[in-house]
């Protein structure tokens, strides 16, 4: 079993719209180093931590989803209406992935981004390195589970 970050606008897809819809695809990725993880290393069974990002003052973690499909092509690179098109991929060789998340739990409170930073535990967490912009980011297992306790403080 592997752990992961995924980060979403909540604007865009919230831990509430996942709980509500109770398995949902992480669709509109366009970055070939999450497609790879996608496709190479994401199992179902693997537990994720849903991340609000670009929320305003309550940036951070606010839940657990867990895999429950495999990558297979992105639906949204094929339909010109959507937010996340590209014209350059096809059906016969599909650029971009998706996987199935469901929800597992919603935190009683967001771990924010400010807190994440400021423990010293997590000094090496990809969150917080600089530069590391990616939207999905593995995690270690004691990462995982520190990052569970905290957010359930």
């Given at each position: 079993?592997?752990?992961?970050?995924?980060?979403?606008?909540?604007?865009?897809y919230s831990?509430?719209?996942?709980?509500?819809?109770?398995?949902?695809?992480?669709?509109?990725?366009?970055?070939?180093q999450v497609?790879?993880?996608?496709?190479?290393?994401f199992k179902?069974?693997?537990?994720?931590?849903?991340?609000?990002?670009?929320?305003?003052?309550?940036?951070?973690?606010?839940?657990?989803m867990e895999?429950?499909?495999?990558?297979?092509p992105?639906?949204?690179?094929f339909?010109?209406?959507?937010?996340?098109?590209?014209?350059?991929?096809?059906?016969?060789?599909?650029?971009?992935?998706?996987?199935?998340?469901?929800?597992?739990?919603?935190?009683?409170?967001?771990?924010?981004?400010?807190?994440?930073k400021?423990?010293?535990?997590?000094?090496?967490l990809?969150l917080?390195?600089?530069?590391?912009?990616?939207?999905?980011?593995?995690?270690?297992?004691?990462?995982?589970?520190?990052?569970?306790?905290?957010?359930?403080k």
């Amino acid at each position: 079993m592997k752990y992961w970050l995924m980060k979403c606008e909540p604007h865009e897809y919230s831990i509430d719209d996942l709980e509500k819809d109770g398995v949902e695809k992480w669709t509109g990725i366009r970055n070939y180093q999450v497609r790879n993880m996608f496709r190479d290393e994401f199992k179902v069974g693997d537990l994720a931590l849903f991340y609000h990002s670009n929320a305003g003052k309550e940036i951070g973690v606010v839940g657990i989803m867990e895999v429950c499909k495999e990558a297979y092509p992105d639906p949204l690179q094929f339909d010109k209406k959507s937010a996340h098109p590209d014209p350059k991929s096809d059906l016969a060789n599909p650029r971009w992935l998706t996987v199935d998340v469901k929800f597992i739990g919603k935190f009683p409170r967001t771990l924010t981004l400010s807190e994440i930073k400021s423990d010293s535990k997590l000094a090496n967490l990809h969150l917080v390195q600089k530069g590391n912009r990616l939207s999905v980011m593995p995690l270690l297992k004691t990462e995982f589970n520190y990052l569970v306790k905290k957010a359930i403080k």
